[in-house]
């Protein structure tokens, strides 16, 4: 896989407590049913969820536009075999690739060029802190993914990075208070061709994103392996 992965909840012998834990601690049906009802699928729509886990958001989008094509997309074999297990129970197949962010297994290899100009970035990840209460909260979750890594995530720096990238019309559209600190819906577009805005930022930027939605009613096809 190239560079050193980080599992989801930073360790993988805690892989298996992912759901669980997201579904009692981040609010996790209400703000990933907020970012079904703002993305605005439509039949036709192809959908791709970048950094998918265990494919709860691909669900969501099936059952509520069934004539959206989804695929998935994450780093962590684990959470994939989990989110394949979610779907044959819920008697659905869902397209799941093993890849990351700044390698995508599609013709254009990166992500910015996967989505057609025109298309719709959506976002879910963790916001810069209302408050002192939610900043300490935040602790937790850096403790579990990384100082480092989550960094941007504590200034509220990704919708200048997804400026800097060439996307427009950026904006954060909501937000929610959870156990771990404030989550944060964002949405963006990537500009028509021609626009004349181009991207200062390689796509790896985005590598921890923790839900992404991209919606693109152009082809998607895959050109590397399946996990």
């Given amino acids: 896989m190239g560079r050193q992965y980080i599992p989801a909840l930073g360790h993988d ?32 729509h192809r959908v791709l969820d970048l950094g998918c886990g265990t494919a ?6 099936r059952q509520a536009h ?29 397209a799941l690739h093993r890849a990351m ?42 403790c579990l993914d990384g100082f480092k890594t989550t960094s941007d995530n504590v200034q509220g720096l990704l919708p200048e990075l997804l400026s800097q990238a060439g996307f427009a019309s950026v904006r954060e559209s909501d937000r929610l208070r959870t156990v771990f600190g404030t989550l944060s819906l964002y949405q963006a577009q990537k500009p028509p061709a021609g626009s004349g805005t181009s991207s200062s930022r390689s796509p790896h930027q ?3 994103s923790h839900l992404v939605a991209a919606r693109d009613s152009g082809k998607v096809t895959p050109a590397g392996r399946t996990s």
């Fill in 13 to 44: 012998r805690l892989t298996r407590f992912y759901d669980p834990l997201l579904r009692w601690t981040t609010r996790e049906s209400v703000f990933k049913r907020r970012l079904v009802e703002q993305a605005g699928f439509r039949p036709g």
């Fill in 56 to 61: 709860t958001l691909m669900l969501l989008i």
């Fill in 66 to 94: 069934p004539q959206a094509w989804v695929v998935g997309v994450d780093g962590d074999l684990r959470v994939l075999h989990i989110a394949k297990s979610k779907a044959a129970r819920a008697g659905t197949d869902l």
């Fill in 101 to 142: 962010a700044y390698h995508l297994p599609y013709a254009d290899a990166c992500f910015d060029r996967v989505l057609r100009f025109g298309g719709e970035l959506h976002i879910a990840d963790w916001g810069k802190a209302e408050d002192w209460r939610m900043r300490t909260e935040f602790l937790l979750v850096q």
């Fill in 206 to 208: 985005f590598e921890r």
